[in-house]
């Protein structure tokens, strides 16, 4: 899938924009903070229908405006054309629309532009709390598989209201252990709880062979970019694995109901990283995270690429070159100059990173200068 036109209105710091893109390399350049990332996100909120770093639609508006509009012409590898809208008004829903006609539900857009976003911000999926790790995983799983999708959202909604009824017992009983709540309460709870075990054990399958399948993806991406230097490894661990999840989620049930939550099931899912058999968030360095991140997303990239046939990923590379020696930099360079990715989006305050991966690609690509959100086309070898 390529984007062939971005229309920008004001998304941020960028008030107005028209874009035309290469179908291959689109590079931005400027200073920090001008508004090269978010040109990224305004592609990314048309994959996703919400920004990458900030989930509170009303805050991606232009300060002192009432509205923002973005809206992306894409095509794919038969040639087909897709107009995708996206518009809000200050105290109104979003409107998504594809070729005119606006969604009933935004989970239906998932996976019709695939996007892979790497950006300083991954980091914390290596710092950060477990859910980084699962949404790490989520975000890719659920552009290709709707019943994932459906899965995510239904487990969803039974352990929201699972909790609503132990967070009620817990306060009724102070969070006494001989608390015994009425046998309504108990009926109801055992429906989320084997709502919860079917779609969970339905999400632990698929997240398993989502692993299972990108890891040896991920090593090779890695020693590329480290040149065989450190050893990596995944592994995903659930409570799946201990047997049937009905049985787990109902056997600490009195543990539950003394926490006013559950402690239990695919929610606590965890993703291991470890380098040279330590776990990464102790042991590596801000060179190696940032490049076991990169090579996550680009294995992820392989992966959706292989899933979603005519649709080649869009490659979001934000920042990327940041923290790195001089040899990761170069395979990197190396990477993304090849044949394997498609349309790519790369952002960077130095111009000679860009430069590198231009002499080295044979392919078309365009440069754009990024301003206080005005946004300028310097130089492009399109026919």
Request: glycine share 6%.
């Given at each position: 899938m390529?984007?062939?036109?971005?229309s920008?209105?004001?998304f941020?710091?960028?008030?107005e924009?028209?874009?035309?893109?290469?179908?291959?390399?689109?590079?931005?350049?400027?200073?920090?903070?001008?508004g090269?990332?978010?040109?990224?996100?305004?592609?990314?909120?048309?994959?996703?229908?919400?920004?990458?770093?900030?989930?509170?639609?009303?805050?991606v508006m232009k300060?002192?405006?009432?509205?923002?509009m973005?809206?992306?012409q894409?095509s794919?590898?038969?040639?087909?054309?897709?107009?995708?809208?996206?518009?809000?008004?200050k105290?109104?829903?979003?409107?998504?629309?594809?070729?005119?006609?606006?969604?009933?539900r935004?989970?239906?857009?998932?996976g019709?532009?695939p996007v892979?976003l790497?950006a300083p911000?991954d980091v914390?999926v290596?710092e950060?709390a477990?859910?980084?790790?699962?949404?790490?995983?989520?975000v890719?799983?659920?552009?290709?598989?709707?019943?994932?999708?459906d899965?995510?959202?239904?487990?969803?909604?039974?352990?929201?209201?699972r909790?609503?009824?132990?967070?009620?017992?817990?306060?009724?009983?102070?969070?006494?252990?001989?608390?015994?709540p009425?046998?309504?309460?108990?009926?109801?709870?055992?429906?989320?709880?084997?709502?919860?075990?079917?779609?969970?054990?339905?999400i632990?399958?698929?997240?398993?062979?989502?692993?299972?399948e990108?890891?040896?993806?991920?090593?090779?991406?890695?020693?590329?970019?480290?040149?065989?230097?450190?050893?990596?490894?995944?592994?995903?661990?659930?409570?799946?694995?201990?047997?049937p999840?009905?049985?787990?989620?109902?056997?600490?049930?009195?543990k539950?109901?003394?926490?006013?939550?559950?402690?239990?099931?695919?929610h606590?899912?965890?993703?291991?990283?470890?380098?040279?058999?330590y776990?990464?968030?102790?042991?590596?360095?801000?060179?190696?995270?940032?490049?076991?991140v990169?090579?996550?997303?680009?294995?992820?990239?392989?992966?959706?690429?292989?899933?979603?046939?005519?649709?080649?990923?869009?490659l979001l590379?934000?920042?990327?070159f940041?923290k790195?020696?001089?040899?990761?930099?170069?395979?990197?360079?190396?990477?993304?100059s090849?044949?394997?990715?498609?349309?790519i989006?790369?952002?960077?305050?130095?111009?000679e990173?860009?430069?590198?991966?231009?002499?080295?690609?044979?392919?078309?690509?365009?440069?754009?200068?990024?301003?206080?959100g005005?946004i300028?086309?310097?130089?492009?070898?399109?026919?």
């Amino acid at each position: 899938m390529h984007l062939d036109k971005l229309s920008i209105t004001n998304f941020k710091n960028i008030a107005e924009a028209q874009l035309e893109f290469s179908q291959n390399i689109n590079c931005f350049v400027g200073n920090n903070g001008e508004g090269k990332t978010n040109v990224v996100d305004a592609i990314y909120f048309l994959s996703f229908c919400k920004s990458a770093f900030n989930h509170i639609d009303s805050q991606v508006m232009k300060h002192d405006q009432d509205f923002f509009m973005l809206q992306g012409q894409y095509s794919d590898s038969n040639g087909n054309l897709e107009d995708i809208y996206c518009g809000m008004q200050k105290g109104k829903k979003k409107h998504f629309k594809r070729n005119k006609k606006e969604y009933r539900r935004l989970s239906e857009h998932l996976g019709l532009a695939p996007v892979i976003l790497v950006a300083p911000s991954d980091v914390s999926v290596i710092e950060g709390a477990s859910d980084e790790r699962r949404h790490l995983i989520d975000v890719t799983v659920s552009q290709h598989d709707r019943e994932y999708v459906d899965a995510l959202a239904r487990y969803g909604k039974a352990l929201q209201e699972r909790n609503v009824l132990l967070k009620k017992a817990c306060d009724e009983h102070g969070g006494h252990s001989a608390m015994c709540p009425d046998q309504s309460m108990i009926s109801l709870m055992e429906l989320y709880e084997e709502q919860m075990a079917a779609y969970g054990e339905v999400i632990f399958a698929k997240r398993n062979a989502f692993i299972e399948e990108i890891t040896p993806l991920f090593q090779r991406y890695y020693n590329l970019i480290a040149d065989n230097r450190e050893q990596v490894s995944l592994a995903y661990t659930s409570h799946c694995q201990r047997g049937p999840l009905l049985e787990t989620i109902q056997r600490d049930r009195l543990k539950d109901l003394i926490m006013g939550y559950s402690l239990h099931g695919v929610h606590r899912d965890e993703l291991e990283m470890t380098i040279g058999g330590y776990p990464l968030k102790k042991e590596g360095s801000q060179g190696q995270n940032k490049t076991f991140v990169l090579a996550l997303k680009l294995s992820q990239f392989e992966y959706l690429k292989g899933k979603t046939q005519q649709k080649t990923p869009i490659l979001l590379l934000d920042d990327i070159f940041d923290k790195l020696d001089a040899h990761r930099v170069e395979q990197i360079v190396k990477l993304v100059s090849s044949d394997e990715f498609g349309q790519i989006f790369i952002t960077d305050t130095n111009r000679e990173h860009l430069d590198m991966i231009l002499k080295r690609s044979p392919y078309d690509y365009r440069i754009f200068h990024v301003a206080g959100g005005h946004i300028e086309c310097l130089e492009s070898n399109q026919n």
